[in-house]
């Protein structure tokens, strides 16, 4: 087994001043030659997300996010299907994230505070995940958004005192996909009852499939003219790409840490070399593509009106 | 039991030539002095349906509109736990309303062309139900709206030859609620599977509730810090209002027929003043505003902005 | 249109010395030449039953029981994948049916009481509509029972008086259909949050079929090697015999009463001699098989052994 | 931290000549003092099931058996909400393990010869899981059993040429719980679409729990005069010891591989002496129950009645 220096560099589960600091890390690991693997988000503006990008090229290094959906079996398989023609031309994708942990005023995290955690909440949090998905299973990317973003707490109570909130608890959003289908998502962190529902549906001219991260070992197949499918997480009817995911028997569920473990998996296989396929992870590019399709989320609600996504790269 | 003269007036199966016509009958018919029932659409346009609720007004009548899936029970059940506050104050409302019925090419009817069934197809057909459902529950008109249409097919094929399509196949959309909610809503036509499935979520501060016209006996209850809640359709478990719209016991389905019926009952206890709460059915005023929220939904999409709803009475 | 004299008998809503009244009511129409639809159960008594059969046949007339769950479309289409061999050879059958109606020892009711209702309560009441729908669905008759009988209340209070109860609450049953395959079913009356939940699923060498009557507009397909499917009661889907069962378009529910519609509409057309098809309702021969499976039940609970039901006839 | 020494006997998956060997092993290793955990079934036979219990007590070791969906952390909270009265009164228990892998005649695996994995297959296999399951929730052994097993090939075909099968391919099952309870359980390894079903419901007299191994994070609970509720696996609403088994956050699915992980986690808790709660793994004792009650089904099958459970310790 080839010996490879990795870094793996978690951002998302602190924020704050230390953003700044884990981007200075991950410049000096790509600078070291390191291949690097970043939590999400990958930045906080386009610009440093682009300069990352760039830095990684120029090393000639390997670079992944943690977009750890992508990592269950049945998203690598609908993202099989759409490539391979099962859902026939696009028409139309929809879904939601919804959350309830900061539904109440005494919810409070580091995130809710944009000089700690960004502009964008909700959209830059849960929502670029959704984003992600409906590029990575469509292969489209999001080339057009509007966004009209919404707030529950103007203010919200820290240790019994009043913190001003300036970023979102939620938005709903019209985007539109390079190929000009359209799409439609709602991201929220205040709806009570969902914990971690994020769902996408992609309806083309001959099939649709939706899958719900809450029950991710099933896949819906919509049919017009024959009853509707269910795909539960088999081994023996998945694609082989999508088989390479998934690690029980038939109606053994895979769980939350298989997501991340594929996609490491995945990651290493690359680096080492013995990869035969396109990478599935996402890269630094797809991050920055993230980060790029929220400050556009940010920039409509603000305008009120359609903003393109610039990638810039 | 008290006699009364009740127009029913069935415009929305015919289409056509024959909407002027039915108009006229409306018309005949409030100048007549009887109380008329419409399908819905009500009118093509809104300053037609601004001229029917003048005429009711001046003629002194009840009239209503079929916007059928208020009349199940669940929905009932919804808008009582709305309106006493079992959500607290609302934060977000939410859903769709997919059928597949036009997916293919060669999926025509009267409703596909605008000179017959008015300029917008998708939205005026379904979505305008969804935007009734939503105001219905929330008791909020709507204020404003952004919409983007698409369309799967600019050509359909009827008696095999094409004929040119100028009405949407479905719409993501936007809107914002008299109380400054924020909401959205996806409406699509071609969407393989999904056969009449109109779902609706609106999310409070301490609850949320989620209804699908497919399941149409199961209220889902969203709650933070507690299990969810399923409410099946229990008589006795509903408000008094909506136990009047349950006509089987528990776990006995009511169906798709019960919705109407439920209305048309309420309606003829109004018109024979035998009713003791305000009318559950909706009015030529709820008819008219839904064509003025189809109305400016054109024009949003026409001018990429929001457009405000003129109700104009 | 023919005329046709026709007599519905309403026995199982009342119960009681009244069942004595009805049968000797039925017995006088019978004999009057006119065709008869009971209520279920027919009688309390196989030799009850016995003799009703064979009044209908000396009289010519046709009869019906009022097994309403066969009148669902989703029941009909899974009889039709039986008998057109979609299942293959069948292997299986089991399900429950589950209500929560007499859960509380302050649940009264004519039905609790033996003197009343009979010996058997939960079995008779709804056990037997499960049977009937396994023997409608599978085409076979059921020809061994096993059942373990449990009682939830040896006492209820009525009115602030105990009432000695000598009922059944619900069973445990295994079954034998005469084909050879074994079966498993669950009734009781005592199972908080089911409300009519009678679920059957029938596993084949090819396929299963599941149906709840909870969600009757929805029939799942297990498959071994592809996705499982999920029918949705859509008329342009279904066997030309089950479509004439749904009136509403795919995605519009149909609901409880239209079951019991549908086979008055079938018994009509027979009486009336317009039917193409043999019939689909129950016949006072499946009344009888009811009873006589209930009686089987009872005396299998008493030996704590398998008892052969000896129809008789 | 405390260095134990504890052997893990895995002797399910091989079967065959191997499971004499693996006994032998754990004889040893109980003979040597160590901690034992064991696949399942412990033993082929209850003969030898109560010797290694007896070793085991010799040895004055700590043992498990790995009945592995114990580690679900919603089956804990069902165990918890029957041991502190949240289900009232027990009344009745049932459901069933489903699967599908052996469905056709060409579907062969070592289990499928009794020379091999002993005279049950389907009922040692998977019923044995559910079995353990319903008396660990309950806190009752199994005390009675009722079995009619069936076989839905008499030949499989392996490498082409015909085996005879002399071992189940389901059963079903009618129990009695210590208690008193009566109980019933389909096992099937020949049901189209069912993966790895594994269902239970306990009825209680204030409330029921219902439980899916398929979808897993999800408890639901019935009621009688309140909505139905589906307890999400949220670590901040399940009890002190059932969040200890939860590792992420609500909306994040713990997957199949978690339980197993719980249970060894226990076993070692245990074995280090840290733990401050009795053991909630299956232990040897556990292990010859299971082999028990397996001895019993079949028995009760050959002589056509219900059979003592005879546990023997």
Not at 11 to 23: C, I, N, Q
Not at 296 to 312: F, I, K
Request: aromatic content about 8%; hydrophobic content about 40%; charged content about 25%.
């Amino acid at each position: 087994m080839k010996r490879v220096r990795v870094a793996i560099v978690g951002s998302g589960f602190m924020g704050g001043a230390h953003l700044d600091a884990l981007r200075r890390v991950e410049r000096v690991e790509l600078g070291a030659g390191k291949h690097v693997v970043s939590e999400k988000p990958l930045t906080l503006t386009s610009s440093e997300s682009a300069e990352l990008v760039r830095l990684a090229r120029d090393a000639g290094v390997m670079t992944a996010v943690n977009f750890n959906y992508r990592g269950y079996p049945l998203v690598q398989e609908a993202r099989d299907m759409v490539s391979r023609g099962a859902l026939g031309r696009l028409l139309l994708v929809h879904g939601h994230y919804l959350q309830d942990w900061l539904l109440k005023e005494t919810d409070v995290n580091w995130r809710i505070e944009s000089r700690l955690a960004g502009a964008s909440r909700a959209i830059a949090d849960i929502g670029s995940h959704w984003c992600d998905l409906v590029q990575f299973v469509t292969g489209q990317r999001i080339t057009r958004v509007f966004a009209k973003l919404f707030r529950a707490h103007e203010e919200r109570m820290r240790d019994g005192r009043p913190v001003r909130i300036d970023t979102e608890d939620g938005a709903c959003m019209v985007i539109e996909l390079e190929g000009g289908v359209v799409g439609s998502l709602t991201v929220s962190q205040v709806s009570a009852g969902r914990k971690n529902r994020q769902w996408l549906e992609v309806d083309g001219a001959t099939a649709a499939v939706s899958w719900d991260q809450e029950e991710p070992n099933e896949l819906w197949i919509g049919h017009r003219d024959r009853p509707n499918e269910s795909l539960l997480k088999d081994p023996s009817m998945l694609s082989e790409r999508a088989r390479a995911f998934a690690h029980y028997p038939a109606g053994h569920p895979e769980g939350y840490p298989d997501g991340p473990r594929n996609l490491f998996d995945s990651f290493y296989a690359h680096v080492r070399g013995e990869a035969s396929r396109p990478p599935v992870f996402a890269t630094f590019e797809d991050g920055h593509r993230a980060v790029c399709v929220v400050e556009a989320a940010l920039r409509s609600d603000a305008t009120s009106g359609w903003v393109n996504v610039e990638y810039g790269l």
